[in-house]
């Protein structure tokens, strides 16, 4: 190993120290007790505990917030991805008036901030019934999350030649049975980078799903900062929560991780 790649390999190892340092603190908090960590800096702890792990699995405050989460994830992802998809092949085959300003249109929905829709959507939700439930934040995530999975799966959609849809077409098959069964594995890692995107949008997104829910569907994020109380910050729950939180991202990102290589590599990301 020359001396170069002996340097570059320092550096990458120092830049991912540099990056896992935050998480190992995390995790090194989450097993102290609070008088522990607020008693002076340790690098591990002195005697471990569960006690912060146990009191989320165990009072329904806390872990009814990951269901939340998870519920209203899930289904935005869901929705995000089945409206984009038609969106997505409409723009990518199909040339009509006002196509490429549409397209911008959407896009720039993306651009703006939650904050500008928060109160909106409160009042609507709030006279149909849709207010602190789980639909509520789902619906309007896929404000920003149907125009950026569009704009993602279009780049890959045009790369995909026009003479399959036509081949499809003559062996007799059905739109609907050509789309499922040959054009989506065709643009999977597409769809794999999609719904990462929207996932993880929708997980760490914090202003519409506290605007959104009161206490039924209150978000995991949400109820994380009402840790307060009289006797102080409880630091150990809250770095505890915290490595609960990033283990879904995670898991997302395990699963997607090759779908989402290729997506920067041949998609529009």
């Known amino acids: 190993m020359n001396r170069s790649s002996r340097g570059a390999t320092l550096v990458m190892v120092l830049y991912l120290l540099f990056l896992m340092l935050p998480i190992y603190w995390l995790v090194n908090m989450s097993l102290k007790t609070n008088y522990e960590i607020t008693s002076g800096v340790t690098l591990w702890p002195r005697a471990i505990t569960f006690e912060h792990y146990i009191k989320i699995f165990t009072d329904s405050s806390w872990y009814s917030g990951y269901i939340n989460s998870l519920s209203y994830v899930v289904l935005n992802t869901i929705i995000s991805i089945g409206l984009a998809l038609p969106a997505a092949y409409a723009f990518s085959r199909y040339r009509f008036v006002g196509d490429k300003h549409l397209f911008f249109w959407l896009l720039s929905n993306r651009m703006a901030p939650p904050a500008v829709f928060a109160l909106p959507f409160f009042n609507l939700y709030s006279a149909i019934g849709l207010f602190d439930t789980p639909w509520a934040v789902a619906l309007a995530h896929c ?10 799966l279009e780049g890959f959609m045009s790369g995909v030649p026009r003479e399959i849809d036509e081949t499809a077409a003559i062996d007799g098959y059905s739109f609907p049975r050509f789309f499922v069964k040959i054009y989506m594995p065709l643009i999977a890692s597409g769809i794999g980078v999609a719904a990462f995107f929207c996932f993880m949008f929708s997980w760490v997104e914090l202003l519409l799903a506290r605007t959104l829910t009161a206490t039924n569907a209150k978000p995991i994020a949400a109820i994380m900062t009402r840790t307060v109380s009289a006797a102080g910050m409880d630091w150990g729950l809250l770095a505890a929560a915290g490595v609960l939180t990033i283990i879904p991202g995670a898991l997302v990102i395990w699963f997607v991780r090759n779908y ?6 041949l998609g529009r990301v």
Do not use: R
């Open 143 to 152: 404000l920003f999350n149907v125009p950026l999975a569009v704009w993602i």
């Open 260 to 265: 989402i290589a290729k997506g920067f590599a």
